[in-house]
Structures are given as structure tokens and as C-alpha cells.
T-cell receptor, first 115, second 113 residues
Framework: KAGVTQTPRYLIKTRGQQVTLSCSPI?????VSWYQQTPGQGLQFLFE???????NKGNFPGRFSGRQFSNSRSEMNVSTLELGDSALYLC??????????????FGEGSWLTVV | GQQLNQSPQSMFIQEGEDVSMNCTSS?????WLWYKQDPGEGPVLLIA?????ELTSNGRLTAQFGITRKDSFLNISASIPSDVGIYFC?????????????FGKGTLLTVNP
């Protein structure tokens, strides 16, 4: 059973540009969530999607957005990139999310460097 | 917002020693999870705990869900060099619209062969 797949693994962008990251959840998983990991802030929740609907959102500016497709695949977008957006962006999936027993599994992440 | 206090921040031990780390929270969680992250990789789930008081083992790893639902600990017995990495605790609340994990800051484990 394939795990959570994220693309691209590494990318470098310039300040002011925008970036789109992609995530394919584990087959059968309908909940996809995104996290940002930085040395200073650790792992922080960005948002979570289920059945193409955003159910929960973390404390990030509106430059961070996401969406989920009917096949449960998800993308997140960051517009007007800032140097501080440099981070490891992690996607996670679970069967349904939120209920006891719906364990969350992570992908390997997308390393974003903003220069 | 919610915070998880994970301790210790780092540990340097000799191979064969036992290790213990813990997380405490000001909030109640319905699920506690422990992950290990290697450099450049995503967190890998080690143990999931779903009931207060639950004690679960996974090989040399043992974790417990505190009775108050505000804490959890992870023990690693007879450590080996491949145990090196960052260990994270995470709490999850269920119900309503709160489908997210709150993470601790991590415990960096170094094992000296």
C-alpha cells in the first residue's frame, strides 16, 4: 500500500513568486491535512480537507491556501512568497480524520526554499 | 492556543540505555500519537494511543496515555544507534471541527555506540 506522496520534494523560489505543492493521500484516505515545519516554530497545522471541503484552518495568513479534489488528492498554494516561508511542508492523510482510531500518516514533505 | 510541553529537548545516551520522554498539555486530548522524524524525512508514526490509561508497546517502544488525558510518555528500552532522531508527541482532539494535530517541540535523541 503506497504511502502519502508529495511532489515536488525540493524547490527553490524567489520572493514574491507563488508555489503549488501536491499531495496524494494513502488509497482510501479521505482526509488530507497540511503542516509547516520550521526550526523555530516546529510543526504547525495549516489546514485540513475532507470531501473537497476545508474543515479546519490554522493561524496562517491568507497567502496560504489549499484545495482537495474529488479523488482526495490535495494541493496547497502559497502566494507572494516571503523568506520566512522557507520550510518543510508536510502533507498527512487519514481515513476520515478527527475521530478516535483515524490515525494520521505523513508524507516525506516538500522542502521549499525562498531566496 | 493549545501547546504541548515536550521534555527533554535533547538527550545524549549510550547504546543499550533506556530512554524516557514525556509530553504534557493544558488541554485534554482524545488521542496521543508519537512520531519519529529522521533528517530530511517526514514524521513516521511509532505508537498511537486512543484511551486514557492505555499502555501500548511496539517492539522496544512503550507509550502510555495519561489518566487525565493531558499527558503521555514514551519509553525506549535498550537503545541502539538507529534510534537516533527527533521524537515528537502529538495530541488530537475529536469531534466538532477540530481535526488537527498539536505537536510538541520534539526530543532530539543521540545514541553513542
Amino acid at each position: 500500500k503506497a504511502g502519502v506522496t508529495q511532489t515536488p520534494r525540493y524547490l527553490i523560489k524567489t520572493r514574491g513568486q507563488q508555489v503549488t505543492l501536491s499531495c496524494s493521500p494513502i488509497s482510501g484516505h479521505r482526509s488530507v491535512s497540511w503542516y509547516q515545519q520550521t526550526p523555530g516554530q516546529g510543526l504547525q497545522f495549516l489546514f485540513e480537507y475532507f470531501s473537497e471541503t476545508q474543515r479546519n484552518k490554522g493561524n496562517f495568513p491568507g497567502r496560504f491556501s489549499g484545495r482537495q479534489f474529488s479523488n482526495s488528492r490535495s494541493e496547497m498554494n502559497v502566494s507572494t512568497l516571503e523568506l520566512g516561508d522557507s520550510a518543510l511542508y508536510l502533507c498527512a492523510s487519514s481515513v476520515a480524520g478527527g475521530s478516535s482510531g483515524n490515525t494520521i500518516y505523513f508524507g516525506e514533505g516538500s522542502w521549499l526554499t525562498v531566496v | 492556543g493549545q501547546q504541548l510541553n515536550q521534555s527533554p529537548q535533547s538527550m545524549f545516551i549510550q547504546e543499550g540505555e533506556d530512554v524516557s520522554m514525556n509530553c504534557t498539555s493544558s488541554s485534554i486530548f482524545n488521542t496521543w500519537l508519537w512520531y519519529k522524524q529522521d533528517p530530511g524525512e517526514g514524521p513516521v508514526l511509532l505508537i498511537a494511543l486512543y484511551k486514557a490509561g492505555e499502555l501500548t508497546s511496539n517492539g522496544r517502544l512503550t507509550a502510555q496515555f495519561g489518566i487525565t488525558r493531558k499527558d503521555s510518555f514514551l519509553n525506549i528500552s535498550a537503545s541502539i544507534p538507529s534510534d537516533v532522531g527527533i521524537y515528537f508527541c502529538a495530541g488530537q482532539q475529536s469531534g466538532g471541527s477540530n481535526y488537527k494535530l498539536t505537536f510538541g517541540k520534539g526530543t532530539l535523541l543521540t545514541v553513542n555506540p
